[in-house]
């Protein structure tokens, strides 16, 4: 078992982290993951139990009262809460997705007045919303706008985003949309500005869920993590001050894709933790199941399946801390974070798989949770860019076209 759990060195520090989430998540969060999955029901406990140790203020730096974590320990947390339940570890990524866009891009008093309170107290709940019904692989086709109302002041936002995580329970919102500005000459083209995408005018904007024309709406009913939160939201006349820009006109889809390299390696982690998980469980049912008189585990078959998943979740999890590696050395972890979350979600999509496999037909029941398992570990293939996303960005990077 131990085997299983191979991964590149962690530091004193890193390792207390690791050892206070692994009982957290196995004392405060496995325990109610079945029952909230069947709910559809957010397991708001547990949230309250993750700011309680501090951890949804996991990104946001320690002058606004954060925990200001490095990438392997942003990593080990994820890998660890989802070990409890993806759902919850899902929300949290996302939370920290938010922070990090108001800690980066934030004015001084932006940060102030939020990052604190979502350190400290978990709420308001961040969101992040980048992706629309018609534009998901391809976020620069977005149809979202935001019009610049020269005499408030103010960007009028409409339009609709689609699959957001905690689109119910959020509280303030990270949103890209195009801005329209006909005031502003060359809004419409590259100005040779390394930072503005070349589509032209998507920009980033903090947007507080009370405003009016934010409108949520029904949750998503899902093959899988039923606990968490996804809903559309749309804007309808959605007026924010021009303060609320985050980023330069412009320069939001380069943002987005900066803050989603970080968030990648954190899926990946959260896959390595669900695959683990998945593990553990047929581990224990493969030594107490007997057939042909003894333990399954003793059917050579068996034993290789073991072999094949314990190898793949350590290379999947030395993925994860190589491109934390990189990103703590200050290098380009593109590629590296997509090949961990190619590589990691397979990976979960393999173990769960097995893992219900080694149940035979006890794992087709809700009575286990590898069931759940294997239909959390769907998401981990789609979400923050698809499989075939991350392996146009790895090709990208090793074929350097
Ligand atoms: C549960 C859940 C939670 C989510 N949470 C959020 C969130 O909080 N915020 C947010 O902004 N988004 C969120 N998303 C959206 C998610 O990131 C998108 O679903 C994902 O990026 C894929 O976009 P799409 O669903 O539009 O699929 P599409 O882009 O329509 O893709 C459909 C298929 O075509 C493939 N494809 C598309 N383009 C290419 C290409 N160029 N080359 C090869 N294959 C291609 C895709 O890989 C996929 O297999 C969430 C989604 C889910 C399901």
Same mark, same amino acid.
């Given at each position: ?46 949230? =309250? ?6 951890? @949804?203020?996991?990104? %946001? *730096?320690?002058?606004?009262? /954060? !925990? #200001?974590?490095? &990438? ?122 390394? =930072? ?6 998507? @920009?980033?904007?903090? %947007? *507080?869920?009370?405003?009016? /024309? !934010? #409108?949520?709406? &029904? ?140 149940? /035979? ?41």
């Amino acid at each position: 078992m131990t085997g299983a759990r191979v991964g590149s060195s962690l530091t004193d520090e890193q390792e207390a982290i690791r050892d206070l989430v692994r009982e957290f998540a196995a004392e405060e969060v496995r325990p109610g993951a079945g029952e909230a999955d069947e709910a559809e029901s957010f397991p708001e406990d547990a949230w =309250d139990g993750l700011a309680e140790l501090g951890l @949804t203020g996991l990104t %946001v *730096p320690e002058a606004y009262g /954060g !925990f #200001e974590a490095d &990438e392997t320990t942003y990593a080990v947390v994820n890998e660890e809460l989802a070990y409890g339940h993806l759902a919850v570890a899902t929300a949290l990524s996302v939370h920290c997705l938010a922070t990090s866009c108001i800690a980066e891009f934030g004015s001084e008093a932006q940060r102030e007045r939020w990052l604190p309170e979502m350190a400290a107290e978990g709420r308001p709940v961040g969101m992040f919303c980048l992706s629309e019904p018609h534009a998901g692989s391809n976020p620069a086709e977005m149809s979202t706008t935001a019009e610049y109302d020269p005499e408030t002041d103010e960007y009028v936002l409409d339009g609709e985003k689609q699959w957001i995580t905690n689109g119910k329970r959020g509280g303030v919102a990270i949103v890209f949309a195009k801005a329209v500005d006909p005031g502003a000459e060359g809004a419409e083209t590259d100005d040779g500005d390394a =930072d503005r995408d070349d589509t032209g005018s998507i @920009t980033q904007f903090l %947007v *507080p869920a009370d405003t009016e /024309g !934010f #409108e949520v709406g &029904e949750k998503e009913e899902k093959l899988g993590l039923r606990a968490s939160d996804t809903t559309g939201i749309s804007f309808d006349d959605c007026r924010v001050p021009a303060e609320n820009r985050l980023t330069e006109e412009g320069e939001g889809l380069s943002a987005a894709f900066r803050t989603l390299t970080g968030g990648r390696i954190g899926i990946a982690a959260q896959a390595v933790g669900l695959a683990q998980a998945a593990f553990d469980e047929a581990e224990s049912y493969a030594a107490e199941r007997e057939q042909f008189g003894g333990p399954i585990d003793d059917i050579q078959t068996i034993r290789h399946t073991f072999a094949e998943m314990a190898t793949d979740i350590s290379a999947a999890r030395l993925l994860v801390r190589e491109a934390c590696r990189q990103a703590e050395a200050g290098e380009d972890n593109r590629v590296a974070a997509s090949q961990a979350k190619y590589r990691a979600s397979e990976t979960a999509m393999s173990v769960t798989n097995e893992a219900v496999q080694i149940h /035979g037909g006890y794992g087709y029941t809700t009575e286990f949770d590898v069931e759940r398992f294997y239909r959390d570990a769907k998401i981990t293939e789609i979400y923050e860019g698809t499989t075939e996303i991350q392996k146009t960005i790895i090709a990208q990077g090793v074929l350097g076209k």
